[in-house]
């Protein structure tokens, strides 16, 4: 049975009013595309809702991941204003909704980029400015039993943290070595690099200015990208508090509740 990119977005954004996720008679219905068209429409719902679209995310950006997921490409996401948290940042938790983080680069893009064609060192010349994140993350359904739908309801995109921004992004700054350590309440959890990320956090850039042009659109400049994370998923308690030190770019805190 075919199921209209409307009829989706209709059924995705009022289950999601009711604290439903993953509405069942959508499961196994979507194509690639089709949970993309979704996730888009359901953007525009959020939008004539009176929140503002400030940038994206770039997720599945590690092979790592690709491979626990089945996945061989990134995937992206959008960013909303309301989902912008300051550095310090407490999120509630549920039993129901469990949640966690990722660590990762917000960039801010200077300038417009227009795929296809667009490249690394395109990509890494446009980035403005660079600043610690958090991605929180909730696990509102099966990403790997049904990635369509998952991407359809934004790949778990909750909120994002950032720390202090470093603008302009000096030239001599390597992406792929600025490296990430994280401490969970306190104790050193690892220290990772940015090469993690696509071989290089710019990289992210690259590929979502080219995959938005399959949708007819273009990277803007001003958008924050996340670039996808630098180390592995965190899951997220009650009572956790998260610092991530990224260098050279200063730190981001963020705690559970």
């Known amino acids: 049975m075919t199921v209209s990119i409307a009829h989706a977005v209709d059924t995705i954004w009022n289950a999601a009013q009711a604290g439903i996720y993953f509405p069942g008679e959508l499961k196994g219905k979507l194509t690639l595309r089709e949970g993309y068209e979704a996730q888009l429409g359901i953007l525009a719902r959020h939008l004539a809702a009176g929140d503002a679209h400030v940038g994206w995310k770039v997720g599945l950006t590690s092979k790592a ?51 296809p064609g667009v490249t690394l060192e395109q990509a890494r010349a446009a980035i403005a400015s660079v600043a610690p994140a958090l991605e929180i993350v909730e696990m509102r359904g099966d990403l790997k039993g049904d990635f369509e739908l998952a ?30 350590d994280v401490f969970v309440n306190g104790r050193h959890s690892e220290q990772a690099l940015g090469a993690e990320v696509l071989g290089n956090p710019a990289a992210s850039v690259a590929w979502l200015a080219n995959k938005l042009a399959e949708f007819d659109r273009r990277l803007e400049a001003g958008a924050q990208i996340m670039s996808g994370s630098i180390t592995r998923l965190y899951p997220a308690k009650a009572g956790d508090a998260v610092e991530a030190r990224f260098a050279p770019f ?3 805190t963020a705690s559970f509740r």
Do not use: M, W
């Not at 917000?106 to 980029?113: P, Y």
């Not at 309801?153 to 302009?168: I, M, R, S, W, Y």
């Open 65 to 115: 991941t690709q491979n626990a997921f089945g996945r061989h490409e990134p995937a992206f996401g959008y960013l909303l204003q309301s989902g912008a948290r300051p550095s310090g940042a407490a999120f509630p938790t549920s039993p129901t909704l469990p949640c966690g983080f990722e660590n990762e680069l917000c960039l801010t893009i200077g300038r417009t980029l227009q795929g």
């Open 151 to 180: 991407l359809a309801d934004n790949l778990f995109q909750k909120a994002f943290v950032t720390g202090p921004t470093t603008h302009p992004l000096p030239d001599h700054v390597n992406l792929s070595q600025a490296t990430v």
């Open 250 to 252: 200063g730190t981001v």
